[in-house]
């Protein structure tokens, strides 16, 4: 029998976390034609408004009731803006492990949105499903991803090399495939203890609240 996620929307103080919308379309089109979105991900580029709604409609929700991960829309919670996702996958119910990967919209980088919604994710994953371990697994050159890693408490364990393919631009504007390396970072229930706290003290972002 498959064991399904809930259909779940967590909150922070800035952020809600809840399923991907109809009316998410145009904005997550958006930002997944963002050049560093195209660079570090496998979607397709030039991103569609009908990529995304085959994306959010029935790829993401078909995930969940498969038991296979989740896919939430990252918004402000002031002003109901999409400002990023976040994806659970490669779950692994056995060992109960799950693989996280965030995307962050251009228009809300730098504020720290990432972490808080990783570390929001993470509590609810270890508390309410009672998982033991999170990956996150970042290409050698993405250094904001590793950053994100790092402040959220993961351990590096060790380099996947030219485990990823990754796409960059070329001189006449086009984009070319290449090779590179994975860093593979874990978290585990004890490593999260502190965190959001340690985060909100440097000015991270302020400590969240509670899930719903």
Not at 28 to 57: K, Q, R
Not at 69 to 89: N, P
Not at 155 to 163: D, K, M, Q
């Amino acid at each position: 029998m498959t064991t399904t996620f809930p259909d779940i929307s967590l909150s922070t103080e800035r952020l809600v976390l809840r399923p991907l919308e109809v009316a998410d379309i145009p904005p997550f089109t958006e930002m997944m034609n963002d050049e560093l979105v195209t660079a570090w991900t496998t979607a397709p580029y030039p991103y569609t408004e009908g990529d995304a709604h085959d994306w959010i409609t029935r790829a993401a929700p078909a995930e969940r009731l498969r038991g296979r991960g989740i896919v939430l829309a990252v918004t402000e919670f002031l002003t109901q803006r999409l400002v990023g996702t976040v994806h659970l996958r490669h779950v692994d119910r056995r060992v109960r492990s799950a693989e996280l990967s965030c995307v962050v919209a251009p228009w809300a980088r730098g504020e720290g949105y990432a972490c808080e919604a990783v570390v929001a994710l993470a509590q609810w994953l270890f508390a309410d499903q009672r998982f033991e371990r999170l990956e996150m697994r970042t290409a050698a050159g993405n250094t904001a991803a590793q950053q994100v890693a790092q402040k959220t408490g993961c351990i590096s364990e060790g380099v996947l090399r030219g485990a990823r393919i990754a796409r960059t631009r070329t001189e006449d504007g086009s984009w070319a495939e290449f090779r590179t390396d994975l860093i593979v970072w874990s978290l585990l229930p004890e490593d999260l203890e502190g965190v959001g706290e340690q985060l909100a003290e440097s000015g991270g972002y302020p400590a969240y609240s509670d899930w719903n």
